[in-house]
């Protein structure tokens, strides 16, 4: 059997899974979405991913067709139906079918969509060694335009940056935010070590308010180490002592070379290392049974 895609409440196989050439998702960008990870059976965070899928909706005045009960059930169908215990779910509201106005209100129904698969995993190199990112030109959104916080289907100022950092040749890109502050990585959270204390930039730096950096930020506290939600520019990372990233798909992940700068020994940090591994262990161990 084919992998089977949820498209508002029924399966469809893989390739039979289509939406509207009219849906305003796909012509103006106009909806949300979320990407969640399953982990041996278990849904990871899914409550909070829920909770932002539907603040991020309602940031845009966009009603999800179904409450979040139902949308919870249909993410659990969607992993029972294709045997998968470790996954990465895709969730997506759009606007769904209008004309070719941008009204909204020109769309009678929103349109959900729910798809499960393989999670493909990065390298293990890069976990042992660490990433070398690079900051590029393209400034994260303004708040006060699209707030970063809404995780809209329109990432196209993440997507020009992730153009530029490849054109670099490395695998994530840095975005400063308009005033030339750190906001975060084009699909993950940044966070820098300095005497011990984590600093990572707070969501009005323009960026998306991250669950796997709010998993951090709580399992570094119950360890009795200090966080810091403060601006912070370049320089701050250059003279770092230990940076690295998160978020759903990369988890926890060390960074060792950010502009070519040598960030601390230039290795994987020691409280990078032993965050990574109470993550993994969290991860493994909680959330949502299938
Ligand atoms: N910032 C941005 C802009 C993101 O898109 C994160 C941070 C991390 O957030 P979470 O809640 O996942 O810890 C994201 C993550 C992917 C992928 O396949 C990931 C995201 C979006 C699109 C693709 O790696 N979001």
């Known amino acids: 059997m084919s992998l089977q895609i949820l498209i508002d409440g029924r ?12 849906d305003h998702g796909l012509l103006y960008g106009d909806g949300v979405f979320e990407g969640i990870r399953a982990y041996s059976g278990r849904i990871f965070k899914l409550k909070e991913h ?11 005045m966009l009603k999800p ?6 949308m919870i059930q249909d993410i659990r169908k969607t992993l029972r139906k294709n045997s998968l215990r470790d996954a990465y779910i895709r969730v997506v509201v759009t606007r769904g079918a209008g004309d070719l106005g941008l009204d909204p209100n020109k769309c009678p ?10 999670i493909v995993l990065y390298p293990k190199e890069l976990y042992d060694k660490g990433l070398s990112i690079a900051s590029v030109s393209v400034r994260r959104n303004i708040p006060e335009a699209l707030n970063p916080r809404v995780k809209s289907l329109n990432y196209l100022n993440n997507i020009l940056a992730k153009i530029e950092g490849t054109q670099r040749g490395v695998p994530e890109a840095l975005m400063l935010n308009a005033q030339g502050f750190v906001a975060e990585c084009t699909g993950d959270n940044i966070f820098i070590v300095k005497d011990g204390v984590l600093i990572t930039p707070p969501s009005s730096a323009g960026a998306l308010m991250g669950i796997t950096q709010e998993t951090v930020i709580a399992l570094a506290e119950k360890s009795g180490l200090r966080v810091k939600e403060e601006l912070f520019t370049r320089y701050c990372i250059f ?48 959330g949502v049974l299938i």
Do not use: H, Q, W
């Open 239 to 286: 003279t770092a002592d230990e940076c690295f990233l998160t978020g759903t798909a990369a988890e926890v992940i060390p960074v060792v070379n950010v502009d070519g700068r040598i960030i601390g020994d230039g290795k994987p940090g020691k409280i990078t290392c032993m965050l990574i591994s109470k993550f993994r262990r969290l991860a493994g161990t909680t």
């Open 11 to 22: 399966f469809f196989d893989k390739n039979d899974a289509k939406i509207s050439v009219f």
């Open 65 to 70: 067709p179904v409450a979040k009960k139902k």
């Open 109 to 118: 129904s929103a349109s959900y969509f729910i798809i499960a698969d393989k």
């Open 50 to 60: 829920i909770d932002r899928l539907y603040d991020s909706a309602k940031a845009i």
